[in-house]
């Protein structure tokens, strides 16, 4: 393998992981609110449908961008209006809202199936660029990858290192009592699920916009999903977060490696790898994170203030 | 603007009749807004989802047969759901199901034949879907990993599976290369009620499965653990009952019905394996179980209210051109209206001016 291989390789485990990051990210905001959303999926495919239409209409992959990041958030919003207006069961809501967003991504991307865009473009830094084996996965990569890690770094100081953050995190963990101390516990949650909700319609339309610049039905294919376990396997922390979801990455990544190469394994072996990998990381964290869990207090359970 | 919600006191019997019943109504109003907003008439959708498929003799049969898959898995899922656990990968087991009791429909092709392929075909299936249902609920009691993720992951791994299956070792040779297993024999075929007809008996299963289910959760002390464990989980542990034989237990029936409905639907209806076996029923089962609101005759009602959508979604799709899709967003939208109505049951619900907290 040369080095220009190898480069190749690790550019597609690192656009491969972008997606899982910005999902991740936005979901580990709202889970750390103490708000479940399993809706991650259906917000996804939405935003890759919309943020498509949208690119493609106006011919501009940023409005592309931003259609995803309104259209996931608009089902985030109808979300937090049922789990923290009328305290619904947040996993059967998560449940309804990804199956509401598969069936409207259907919809709403029918007139665009078959159709194809450019991609985003890459970062060119003269000299930096063309330096061998790394230049291109450093400093040659499309803006959204860049995007993704700021994102991160931004989420881990607000919340490590903000008064914002840390009340975010304290109704997460414990919302009685943030609600005693005066905290507006639901404008709270509401804003993060939006948060949560801009963030997986971005992953969405990053998928149709950069990684296969064209919409496909169901073209998320429970990433979603892999992004929810990826903030379990991150113990709800902003860096691990970024660790798993490179692995995850290079898991997908060797997939399509593997076929073009020619392994004599069935396609669809190496298409259920993510998944299995996915399980086997869930194993792997609970037999070696013996202290019990890190997942924020509240997470899950309903609130109905008192007055 | 902020929502108010104030506990009612006791148990609201009449209102827990009418909550469902407003959230189909407040579904179809927003199906039939987003069905104008597509362009197309909404009362004229109605009638092709929600009226037509009622008023033929074949559609009624039809109905009853993609109600049937349906019904049984969602009674299975009530128990996991009533005990607060959360298998979301029926449609999973509902494919392992159908693949392990599709094996024996496979190897007895063509074969001496024999009384005894059929139920063995089904107890299969059932076993199939128990099996693929303990992983997620032996992860989950022995090592604490959430069910709710790796169920649904199981779900991808078994359509790749089956995938593989009928594209590659169990692919009829003689089948011009379509990606199908060979027919089955009629001994490990599902006999037809209706000679004619599509009526088959997985339908009677389905009916004895919803008597079976309403007995065990009203008239035993599994039953009633059940209930507990989902309502009171303090109380239950105080009464000594061991919640991580009742999660093995509650996956063991929501498996076994789930993967009895995909043997049934793979005999019963289609006949062979074929890459797909499903339109989503072990989703569309969810909402199915929440409309029943978790009671078995609830669930009966129900699966018939969602097999219309799917009758309704295929007439729709040729007279109205309306994508498939419908079908799913209906779904989607009927399942949150579902829960919303539920709060009334519980709660006095108050709109109050004012900054929300």
Redesign the interface.
């Known amino acids: 393998m040369n080095s220009d291989t190898i480069q190749f390789v690790l550019i597609s485990v690192v656009t491969a992981a972008t997606p899982l990051i910005i999902a991740a990210i936005g979901e580990l905001v709202v889970e750390r609110s103490g708000i479940l959303n399993l809706g991650v999926e259906g917000m996804m495919i939405v935003g890759a449908a919309i943020g498509f239409a949208a690119a493609y209409e106006s011919n501009s992959t940023l409005i592309g961008a931003l259609a995803g990041i309104a259209a996931g958030m608009a089902l985030a919003g109808l979300f937090a209006c049922l789990v923290i207006g009328l305290a619904t069961n947040q996993v059967a809501t998560g449940l309804a809202l990804t199956i509401l967003g598969v069936g409207l991504s259907g919809l709403a991307g029918a007139p665009f199936v078959g159709l194809k865009r450019e991609g985003a473009g890459q970062l060119h830094l003269p000299g930096l660029s063309e330096i061998p084996l790394v230049g291109k996965v450093l400093f040659g990569e499309d803006l959204f990858v860049y995007f993704a890690l700021a994102l991160v770094g931004v989420v881990a100081w607000f919340l490590a290192r903000t008064r914002a953050g840390l009340t975010l995190r304290a109704v997460g963990d414990n919302h009685a009592s943030a609600h005693a101390l005066g905290i507006p516990v639901r404008r709270v949650r509401f804003l993060a699920t939006l948060f949560g909700g801009g963030c997986a319609g971005l992953a969405g339309a990053y998928i149709s916009l950069v990684y296969t610049p064209f919409w496909s039905p169901g073209m998320t294919a429970g990433r979603g999903w892999i992004a929810l376990a990826l903030v379990v396997f991150a113990s709800w922390r902003p860096w691990r977060l970024v660790a798993g979801a490179l692995l995850f990455g290079g898991a997908t990544a060797g997939q399509l490696h593997a076929q073009l190469l020619g392994l004599p394994l069935p396609a669809q072996a190496m298409s259920a790898v993510p998944y299995l990998a996915t399980i086997a990381a869930l194993v792997a964290l609970s037999i070696w994170d013996r202290r019990g869990t890190a997942a924020p207090a509240a997470l899950g359970t309903p609130f109905v203030p008192d007055r | 603007m902020?929502?108010?919600?104030e506990?009612r006191r006791g148990r609201q019997a009449r209102l827990e009749v009418l909550a469902p019943i407003a959230a189909l109504a407040l579904a179809m109003a927003i199906g039939g807004l987003?069905i104008a907003l597509?362009g197309k008439p909404p009362l004229r959708a109605f009638e092709v989802y929600f009226v037509e498929p009622l008023t033929q003799g074949w559609s009624l049969q039809e109905l009853a047969v993609k109600a049937s898959p349906l019904v049984l898995i969602a009674l299975g899922l009530s128990f996991c759901?009533r005990a607060n656990l959360?298998n979301?990968g029926a449609e999973g087991q509902f494919i392992i199901g159908g693949l392990i009791g599709g094996w024996l429909g496979i190897a007895t092709q063509g074969g001496e034949g024999g009384r005894w392929i059929l139920p063995a075909m089904l107890l299969l299936g059932a076993l199939g879907g128990l099996a693929y249902a303990m992983i997620p609920a032996v992860?989950r009691v022995w090592?604490?990993?959430?069910e709710?993720?790796?169920s649904?992951?199981?779900v991808?791994?078994a359509e790749?599976?089956l995938?593989?299956m009928v594209r590659?070792p169990w692919r009829d040779p003689k089948g011009f290369n379509f990606p199908v297993t060979v027919n089955f024999d009629e001994d490990a075929t599902l006999p037809l009620l209706v000679e004619g007809g599509r009526l088959h008996f997985g339908v009677v299963l389905t009916l004895l499965a919803v008597v079976g289910a309403a007995i065990v959760l009203s008239r035993t002390l599994f039953g009633f653990k059940v209930r507990l464990v989902g309502n009171a989980p303090r109380a239950a542990r105080f009464a000594g009952f061991d919640d991580r034989r009742l999660t093995l237990a509650v996956f063991a029936i929501s498996g076994a019905a789930a993967g009895l409905a995909g043997i049934s639907e793979v005999s019963g209806q289609i006949g062979q394996l074929q890459p797909s076996i499903s339109p989503g029923y072990g989703?569309t089962a969810?909402?199915v179980a929440?409309l029943g609101r978790l009671s078995p005759f609830g669930i009966l009602l129900a699966g018939l209210v969602l097999a219309l959508t799917y009758i309704g979604g295929e007439a729709a799709q040729i007279d109205l051109k309306l994508?498939?899709?419908?079908?799913?967003?209906?779904?989607?939208?009927l399942?949150?209206c579902v829960?919303?109505a539920?709060?009334f049951t519980r709660?006095h619900?108050r709109l109050v001016s004012g900054?929300?907290?």
Not at chain 2, 2 to 5: A, E, K, P, S, T
Not at chain 2, 323 to 333: E, H, R, S, V
């Open positions: 902020r929502i108010d919600l506990p987003v597509l759901f959360w979301i992860l090592l604490g990993v959430s709710i993720l790796t649904l992951m199981l991808y791994v790749l599976t995938d593989y590659g989703f969810i909402t929440f994508p498939l899709d419908m079908t799913k967003a209906f779904q989607g939208i399942l949150m829960l919303a539920d709060v709660y619900v900054r929300g907290r």
